[in-house]
T-cell receptor, first 114, second 116 residues
Framework: DGGITQSPKYLFRKEGQNVTLSCEQN?????MYWYRQDPGQGLRLIYY???????QKGDIAEGYSVSREKKESFPLTVTSAQKNPTAFYLC?????????????FGQGTRLTVV | AQKVTQAQTEISVVEKEDVTLDCVYE???????LFWYKQPPSGELVFLIR??????QNEISGRYSWNFQKSTSSFNFTITASQVVDSAVYFC?????????????FGAGTRLFVKA
């Protein structure tokens, strides 16, 4: 079945450590996105990528990094520079042609930094 | 700059009541897309509807209907005869093309409780 896979579902890390969240899609979508969800704040865009080897900062990119070496994969690294990393992270993909831009979401990774 | 406002943080209704979720957006783009997504307790967002900026036709899908009005920059979502399974967080979103690709932003969401 086609879809987006995020792993792991739950992740615990010590403060000061970098951590990488995985996102893989087999939908053949060009665009991929990372969002952060905090209670009462909806989804905020961290990074997005239209094509391989290219990505753009979203509204809250500070303290995060991404790579897009393959069309199917868009891993997100939460660095030690991110001051409040505990949150629910959602990855999405879409096929960005005119009139066909709805996003498909993964099940999310809940990151807790202790 | 793009912005999506969902002023209703939480709504509680009794089963079979109708409920409308409000969405107001801001954008300078002339071509844009509006969406509604549902987030059940499992966490994964589920796409409900997409509208482009040139199509102001209202749409009905079963118990769901959407009212898009460019004049008031609103894209409201109505559930008729609500059911307990409708309980979820609902997000309105706005997407437009910017350098590097489509940028989609979301409102803060409205949590809907439907009581039996």
């Amino acid at each position: 079945d086609g879809g987006i896979t995020q792993s792991p579902k739950y992740l615990f890390r010590k403060e000061g450590q970098n951590v990488t969240l995985s996102c893989e899609q087999n939908l053949n979508h060009d665009a991929m996105y990372w969002y952060r969800q905090d209670p009462g704040q909806g989804l905020r865009l961290i990074y997005y990528s239209q094509i391989v080897n290219d990505f753009q900062k979203g509204d809250i990119a500070e303290g995060y990094s991404v790579s897009r070496e393959k069309k199917e994969s868009f891993p997100l690294t939460v660095t030690s520079a991110q001051k409040n990393p505990t949150a629910f992270y959602l990855c999405a993909s879409s096929r960005p042609r005119a009139g066909d831009t709805e996003a498909f979401f993964g099940q999310g990774t809940r990151l807790t930094v202790v | 700059a793009q912005k999506v406002t969902q002023a209703q943080t939480e709504i509680s209704v009794v089963e079979k009541e109708d409920v409308t979720l409000d969405c107001v957006y801001e954008t300078r783009d002339t071509t844009y897309y509006l969406f509604w997504y549902k987030q059940p307790p499992s966490g994964e967002l589920v796409f409900l509807i997409r509208r482009n900026s040139f199509d102001e036709q209202n749409e009905i899908s079963g118990r769901y209907s959407w009212n898009f009005q460019k004049s008031t920059s609103s894209f409201n979502f109505t559930i008729t005869a609500s059911q307990v399974v409708d309980s979820a967080v609902y997000f309105c979103a706005l997407s437009a093309y910017h350098t590097g690709g489509f940028k989609t932003i979301f409102g803060a969401g409205t949590r809907l409780f439907v009581k039996a």
